[in-house]
């Protein structure tokens, strides 16, 4: 407690010294109804440790030209509101300016101004009812110039909702009105120049950057923003560093050659670019370009300095260099008279200039940035003062006495035009109005304007690149890590910059798009196709075995042939059903494989057109099925052939079971219900479905049936099963009587059937196109004619052309011989 009551005491101290502090009228002040508060660093004092409180004696600092350009700028603006008719009639204005040459020891001059409004009064001093009063007073202060100033003035201005415009301070955090309610400015957040330079650097195409920034809040919070902004192009920030008084430039500019950078953006104040342009030219530093912020793109002295275009070509964003009407008459009148005191006298007030050397050409040609921003500000508070006081044509209503807030309500609804410009600031106190300019640093040492970027009514960017000589050789520069990948190659990300990769041809199956992802190779979709380093994907192929392709049509025939046979050859034997030809082949058997065969060629039609699923079950269900009936009919008949001649003899016990039982349909009524059920189960839990082959073939599509092991495993075993028995009894039968040739028939059948399936097994194997479906079917065909013509055909010869030896008496005279020959 003790130790706030000794810092209240020496403010009320201090304040009561600055009341005692009085000046002849100076540039500093000038008397009038209302106050405009200035803050304007026309010295700067860089920061230095003291080991004890010390006052700063601005005046001793070093003197900056454009600032006191900004400082007559204010004045000229109040003296002419005060000459105007129409702006506060019969309304004197007057300002109170102060050299805040500080940014964190220089507050004689907040507190002066708070003690003005009437806020805090000194010690010593009666208390002042301002509200029964027509003591002039300040209703609003403009600047001060850069961020960090505005955020150490602000929030002793903010408590009492004085208004604030600044003229230079662009800090994003500026903008959010909880913090700072009172503040407005006529100059663009950072987001906007920020904005501008990544629209220049993508302009001409360049990627990789360097980003050097001020040690301060400006120049912090650009980085960020611009790291921010960034982050969803093609622009890599290569390197970052923050420029203060201990930068070790020499260090710096290794770094930024050793990584090959030639795009160097600047965004510092005045005095550090200075410093780092300095360095780059005597560190002789070479074929850069260099992006210049609106705090040092305008400079005067930097463009004429010896050496300056050996270190490459300078661009920059600036705002328009406005011609402000009357300011150059003011200016040569002003200097005409003599306002400097004696700084002894007022050197706690922060009003001492010394500057009487000074000319009015000195001033006038000064760097001329943010010269609109100071007038516009004071203009946009004589607008709202105006509005507070109610004021019509030749006069304003004196009963209304004005507070601070009164007239920041009236600034955030400011809509007026000035030379031209349509003066109103956004939700966030930041104007809606103005632009940029684009300048480039000329052969003649000037800033030359190559182009614009307008905000209103939509954003407008241009740049006229004829205008620019590019140092040293005069060809645009290029910025790139790694240089471009060819058209069909993806980029591989080498390191943590995305600018930074390997080119990797995309594979077959798969495109880049460059412009949505050129670090990605896209697969085409199933439907689609592309070759190696292909940039889009082509329809494929879609091919299948018509109904009215050639190979089809001779296998559909060839099927219907095979009915026609099956059906004459039933007809055959059905007329001669009793002879010995048509029983020894199998009697009624031979007709139940006649149809078994007929139906099994209905598999052969369902491998052509484009496959369905019920196409898809009905190529392999018949054959599979009524096949397997066949193959049981034919081990039958073997076993009977061995049986007859072999096992009868040796087994009559067997043999006279096997025919008491009719051994011969309990074996093929068995079969048939073991595949049907095998078959059941299988199509139930894994059905034969369509399916496009994609694999063998990138830019077709093969239509065909996927076919699974699971539910084509039972039958396949089952089929071969009969197969391997049918083959074992038939080779039994080898030794039979030379003329009995029925076993080695079926032993010749048998190996037809499976050289035909070996041969398809290995085209399978081979060839993966449209026509193995074809193949497929013709295996199944030559399955069948296998049976049909090398078993049933002999039989239909000897019935049709060898009568004698379809007789009983012949084949009975076959086994008598086989009998003896087996006795003896």
């Given amino acids: 407690m003790e130790h706030v009551l000794a810092l209240l005491c020496l403010l009320g101290a201090f304040l009561h010294a600055l009341a005692q502090c009085t000046a ?64 506060l009639p019969n309304v004197s204005l007057g300002y109170e300016i102060f050299d805040h040459c500080s940014s964190t020891q220089n507050f004689p001059d907040i ?53 604030m415009i600044s003229y230079g301070s662009s800090s994003s955090v500026l903008s959010k009105k909880k913090q700072f309610p009172s503040l407005l400015r006529t100059v663009h957040p950072n987001k906007d120049v920020i904005n501008v330079i990544v629209d220049i650097v993508q302009h001409f195409n360049w990627r990789w950057v360097a ?26 920030l290569a390197y970052t560093n923050n420029l203060n008084d201990n930068t070790n430039y020499s260090l710096m500019f290794r770094q930024i050659e050793a990584q090959r950078i030639p795009i160097i953006i600047v965004f510092a104040p005045r005095m550090a670019a200075e410093a780092l342009i300095e360095s780059a030219i005597k560190l002789n530093v070479t074929k850069k370009v260099w992006i210049a912020d609106e705090g040092w793109s305008l400079n005067k002295e930097l463009p004429k300095k010896k050496g300056i275009k050996n270190i490459g070509t300078v661009l920059g964003v600036s705002q328009p260099v406005e ?23 007022n050197m706690l007030c922060n009003q001492v200039c010394n500057c009487s050397s000074l000319s009015a050409e000195d001033v006038i040609t000064a760097d001329p940035s943010f010269s609109f921003s100071v007038y516009s500000a004071v203009y946009a508070i004589a607008h709202a003062l105006h509005n507070t006081l109610q004021c019509v044509t030749g006069r304003c209503n004196e009963n209304i006495t004005v507070y601070p807030h009164m007239v920041l309500a009236e600034l955030k609804k400011s ?42 009514p939509s954003v407008q960017f241009v740049i006229n690149n004829t205008k620019i000589q590019w140092n040293p050789n005069g060809e645009v520069p290029t910025s790139l890590c790694s240089p ?84 004459a050859m039933s007809v055959l034997f059905a007329i ?74 040796k087994f009559p016990i067997l043999h006279s079971l096997w025919m008491k039982y009719h051994g011969q349909w309990l074996v093929i009524t068995a079969a048939f219900v073991t595949q049907a059920l ?68 079926i032993t010749f059948c048998l190996l037809l059937l499976i050289l035909t399936w070996i041969i398809f097994v290995t085209e399978y194997l081979l060839y993966h196109g449209k026509y193995i479906q074809t193949l497929n079917a013709l295996a199944i065909l030559s399955s069948l004619y296998s049976f049909l013509l090398w078993y049933f055909l002999p039989k239909c010869y000897i019935i049709i052309f060898q009568p004698h030896r379809n007789t009983q008496e012949y084949f009975q005279g076959l086994i008598q011989n086989y009998t003896k020959t087996i006795s003896q």
């Avoid at 301060?216 to 622009?235: C, P, Q, S, V």
């Avoid at 106190?429 to 304007?449: L, R």
């Avoid at 599979?624 to 007859?644: K, N």
């Avoid at 077709?700 to 039958?715: A, E, R």
């Fill in 678 to 745: 095998l078959l059941l189960f299988g199509y139930t839990f894994a059905p034969p479905k369509p399916y496009n082959e994609t694999f063998w073939y990138p830019d077709k599509i093969i239509l065909g049936c996927d076919i699974t092991l699971k539910s084509t495993f039972g039958p396949v075993v089952l089929l071969l099963s009969l197969c391997s028995l049918c083959f074992i009894f038939s080779y039994m039968g080898k030794d039979l009587p030379k003329n009995y040739n029925e076993a080695k028939t």
């Fill in 484 to 567: 471009e990948c060819a058209v069909g190659f993806v980029k591989k990300q080498d390191g943590i910059h995305k600018c930074c990769f390997n080119c990797e041809i995309c594979p077959d199956g798969t495109y880049i798009n460059s412009t949505e992802d050129p670090y990605k190779c896209i697969n085409c979709k199933e439907t689609e196709w592309s070759a190696a380093g292909s940039t889009s994907c082509d329809l494929r192929l879609v091919e299948y075995v018509s109904f009215t392709d050639s190979g089809a049509i001779l296998i559909m025939v060839g099927a219907w042939a095979l009915v026609g046979l099956t059906l």
């Fill in 211 to 236: 980003f050097l920034n001020s040690d301060n809040d400006y120049g912090i919070d650009a980085l960020e923003l611009f790291m921010k902004k960034i982050e969803d192009t093609e622009i890599c």
């Fill in 323 to 345: 011609t402000i009407p009357g300011f150059n008459d003011f200016m040569y009148s002003s200097k005409s008279q003599t306002y400097c005191e004696n700084a002894e006298q």
């Fill in 415 to 456: 809509n007026f035009t000035l030379l031209n410009q349509h003066i109103e600031f956004d939700e966030n106190g930041d104007p809606t109005f103005g632009s940029y300019s684009i300048i480039f640093w000329n052969q003649s040492g000037d800033a030359e304007q190559i182009g614009f970027y307008r905000f209103h």
């Fill in 111 to 163: 507190f002066k101004l708070i003690s003005i409004s009437g806020l805090i009064q000194p010690w010593g001093e009666p208390h002042k009812q301002q509200a029964q009063s027509n003591v002039s007073k300040v209703v609003a202060v403009v600047g001060p110039f850069t961020s960090t100033q505005a955020l150490t003035v602000a929030p002793l201005l903010m408590m009492d909702l004085i208004p």
């Fill in 24 to 87: 002849p009228a100076s540039e500093f002040q000038l008397d009038g109804e209302y106050l405009i508060g200035g803050l304007f660093d026309v010295h700067h004092s860089a920061a230095v440790y003291h080991n004890r409180p010390e006052a700063i004696d601005c005046s001793s600092q070093p003197f900056l030209l454009p600032n006191y350009r900004k400082f007559q700028l204010m004045r000229f603006s109040v003296e002419e509101i005060n000459h105007s008719n129409n702006l």
């Fill in 576 to 649: 001669n059903y009793n002879t010995p030809v048509v029983r020894s082949a199998g009697g009624p058997m031979c007709f139940l494989i006649f149809g078994c065969l007929s139906l099994c060629s209905l598999s052969v039609f369902f491998y052509f057109g484009k496959p369905t699923t019920s196409f898809c079950v009905l190529r392999f269900l018949p054959f599979l099925l009524f096949y397997t009936v066949c193959l049981a009919c034919f081990v039958v008949r073997s076993f009977q052939i061995v049986c007859i001649f072999k096992i009868a003899a």
